[in-house]
């Protein structure tokens, strides 16, 4: 497994093919991933642990569902989204195609 630190938390990615990705997101209380997109990537999440803020679409027009554990959401590409993890730790399961590095960022508290 591989292991990825993100400033929210990090990765864990155990599996990694041509074909197909998948990996877990730890992400910390009070933190949150950028709001982005991907061009390419599509990808299916799972909540395991903690309760999942999802965000979707741009401002001022922004969904927000909270996800708990065993709910999933589907991520076409084109879709803006963020995730972020309110009062506790979330922890998600992501199985996607193999661009992990397709993230269009259109916002980020960490000025990546």
Same mark, same amino acid.
């Given at each position: 497994?591989?292991?990825?630190?993100?400033?929210?938390?990090?990765?864990?990615?155990?599996?990694?093919?041509?074909?197909?990705?998948? %990996?877990?997101?730890?992400i910390?209380s009070?933190?949150? #991933?950028?709001?982005?997109y991907? *061009?390419?990537?599509e990808?299916?999440?799972?909540?395991?642990?903690?309760? #999942?803020?999802?965000?979707?679409?741009r &401002?001022?027009?922004?969904?927000? %569902?909270?996800?708990?554990p065993? *709910?999933?959401f $589907?991520? &076409?590409?084109g879709?803006v $989204?963020?995730?972020?993890?309110?009062?506790?730790?979330?922890r998600?399961?992501?199985?996607?195609?193999?661009? #992990?590095?397709?993230v269009?960022?259109l *916002?980020?508290?960490y000025?990546?």
């Open positions: 497994m591989r292991v990825v630190n993100k400033p929210w938390g990090h990765e864990e990615i155990w599996a990694e093919t041509a074909r197909y990705a998948g %990996k877990f997101l730890i910390r009070g933190e949150a #991933l950028s709001r982005q991907h *061009e390419r990537k990808e299916t999440i799972c909540v395991l642990e903690g309760v #999942l803020r999802l965000e979707l679409g &401002a001022p027009d922004i969904e927000v %569902k909270h996800l708990q065993g *709910e999933s $589907h991520v &076409a590409p879709t $989204h963020r995730f972020a993890a309110e009062a506790v730790d979330v998600l399961v992501e199985v996607s195609t193999p661009e #992990l590095e397709d269009v960022r *916002e980020d508290r000025r990546r």
